[in-house]
């Protein structure tokens, strides 16, 4: 079974300051990670994934995060963010071999203040 | 195309009663799961279905959550006799399809959820 922990509930952060949201996951076999993003009143987008090789990986609107497998760790980083990326994230694992489900932790608030 | 779309998008309803979700996946894809995003319990995986089949209902909470899927397309979740802690935004998502035990990945895409109120 996997299990994923983020630590933070919350993130307050000004605009323009730097942010690492961060995700860590238990689980016996290998596994792909995720970070999705909801934004208020929209329904979840992939923000961006890790399946194999690189283990720094980016997404288009400048969020990159990088696995760790011995620490067992997916942070979301971004060096600069704006008041347009205030929205919960979540961090997913799934099991390559398994049946494609997400298992989710419990999401993480970022809020970007001007 | 289209994307996944979901029905009701707000059901309002009293302890007791039975509900029903409506998802339609996108055209094509053959994966489909269910969600419940609650506020006690986050996001958790309720059930997948890889054509009209559910190989996997592990996540479903109890004998009063049930789900259907017919012509390998939409699908139904229902609830019976509602209680109050099903109150819940339900999220489908669709991928293309999915072949337990092999490593192939297919992004699964949401929909925009049902948000559930169980007075």
């Known amino acids: 079974a996997q299990s994923v922990t983020q630590l933070d509930s919350q993130v307050p952060v000004f605009e323009e300051a730097p942010v690492e949201l961060r995700c860590n996951y238990s689980?016996?076999?290998?596994?792909?990670l995720f970070w999705y993003v909801q934004y208020p009143n929209q329904g979840l987008q992939l923000l961006l994934k890790y399946l194999s090789g690189s283990t720094l990986v980016e997404s288009i609107n400048g969020f990159e995060a990088e696995f760790n497998k011995s620490q067992t760790s997916f942070h979301l980083r971004k060096p600069s963010v704006h008041i347009s990326d205030t929205a919960e994230y979540f961090c997913a694992v799934s099991a390559p071999s398994n049946t494609g489900k997400l298992i989710f932790g419990q999401g993480t608030t970022l809020q970007v203040k001007p | 195309g289209a994307g996944v779309s979901q029905s009701p998008s707000n059901k309002v309803t009293e302890k007791g009663k039975d509900v029903e979700l409506r998802c339609d996946p996108i055209s094509g894809h053959t994966a489909l799961y269910w969600y419940r995003q609650s506020l006690g319990q986050g996001l958790e995986f309720l059930i997948y279905f890889q054509g009209n089949s559910a190989p996997d209902k592990s996540g479903l909470p109890s004998d009063r959550f049930s789900a259907e899927r017919t012509g390998g397309s939409v699908s139904t979740l229902t609830i019976q006799r509602t209680q109050q802690e099903d109150s819940a935004v339900y999220l489908c998502?669709?991928?293309?399809?999915?072949?337990?035990?092999?490593?192939?990945?297919?992004?699964?895409?949401f929909g925009p959820g049902t948000r559930l109120t169980v007075l």
């Open positions: 998502a669709s991928s293309a399809s999915r072949y337990p035990g092999t490593s192939l990945y297919n992004e699964q895409f």
């Open positions: 689980s016996s076999v290998s596994v792909y």
